[in-house]
């Protein structure tokens, strides 16, 4: 294809700084899980998007940060392993307020990189533009980015600026995907990703982060519906019946919203079932993590 750009830009950035927000909006659809609570993204994941005369795939990351256990030192190897690995072009998303000891030392990494770097400065619906245009000025003294873009993934704002100069500077060749995949997700992958997404939703505190959602089974039924085996480990016995909750009224609302999630996304009737499980301290076990995150 004559003309023809595609390749990959990595989404790179701190906690909360607003990746799987914008991966969400340029794909056209909720592929990446979002809550309120930092550290909700724990894997890679791709969104392809198609124009004119391009094709770029955008990788949403988990967000930047030191490892306190195993499980957050595997999802900064797969960060690291997305720039050094994948990056045609990086797009370094921050908040509109200085950086700090993580957003810097991010930005020491990317400057490594021989790609192109743009800076996306999100959230400025939240501050005055002054605020944001000061902010920006700090991450271009640390990044001397290829361009910088004031953002607001959340309501769209400058979000169409960003997606030309993104695909403006793709390599050239040809496209990645076939037409009508919008990413290198499957089915099983969504099912778990939804479950976990509700428990975010739904539990405070440290469940969420002590909990992991593998789909243990997915069948395509001919007659509807599917069916979706879900398994919730959590790391202590004590954490089960707050997963349950009284009289399992916690994971009825648990089950039922990772359904309605999942059968919104597919388009058809799918049947989820939640087991949960007891995985002692899971977190820190590299076998439980690559059983959980390293197949899917």
């Given at each position: 294809m004559n003309g023809f750009r595609s390749g990959f830009a990595v989404i790179a950035g701190a906690p909360n700084a607003g990746k799987s927000t914008l991966l969400n909006r340029l794909a056209g659809g909720d592929l990446s899980i979002?809550?309120?609570k930092p550290q909700t993204t724990r894997e890679n994941?791709?969104?392809?998007r198609n124009g004119k005369n391009y094709q770029?795939?955008?990788?949403?990351?988990?967000g930047f940060l030191r490892p306190a256990y195993k499980l957050q030192d595997t999802m900064l190897h797969g960060i690291k392993r997305a720039l050094r690995e994948d990056a045609d072009i990086v797009c370094f998303m921050a908040e509109p307020r200085p950086p700090g000891p993580k957003e810097k030392e991010l930005a020491a990494l990317v400057k490594t990189l021989a790609v192109p770097v743009f800076l996306a400065v999100n959230k400025t619906d939240t501050v005055s533009?002054?605020?944001?245009k000061t902010a920006a000025a700090e991450y271009e003294k640390l990044l001397s980015p290829a361009a910088t873009h004031l953002i607001s993934a959340r309501r769209g704002d400058g979000v169409s600026a960003l997606e030309a100069a993104l695909a403006a500077a793709l390599p050239e060749g040809e496209p990645y995907f076939p037409p009508g995949q919008w990413t290198d997700r499957w089915e099983r992958f969504f099912a778990a990703e939804f479950a976990?997404?509700?428990i975010f939703r739904l539990y405070g505190e440290e469940i969420p982060y002590a909990c992991a959602a593998v789909t243990e089974s997915f069948a395509e039924n001919a007659k509807p519906p599917d069916v979706a085996r879900i398994a919730v480990y959590v790391e202590k016995e004590s954490q089960k019946?707050?997963?349950i909750g009284k009289g399992?009224?916690?994971i009825k609302r648990l089950r039922e919203g990772a359904q309605k999630r999942l059968e919104n996304f597919l388009g058809r009737p799918v049947r989820v079932e939640i087991t949960v499980k007891v995985a002692k301290n899971w977190r820190a076990d590299p076998v439980k993590i690559k059983q959980f995150y390293g197949e899917r």
């Open positions: 979002i809550s309120p994941i791709a969104a392809v770029l795939v955008l990788v949403d990351t988990p533009p002054a605020q944001a976990r997404e509700q019946p707050i997963i399992g009224a916690m």
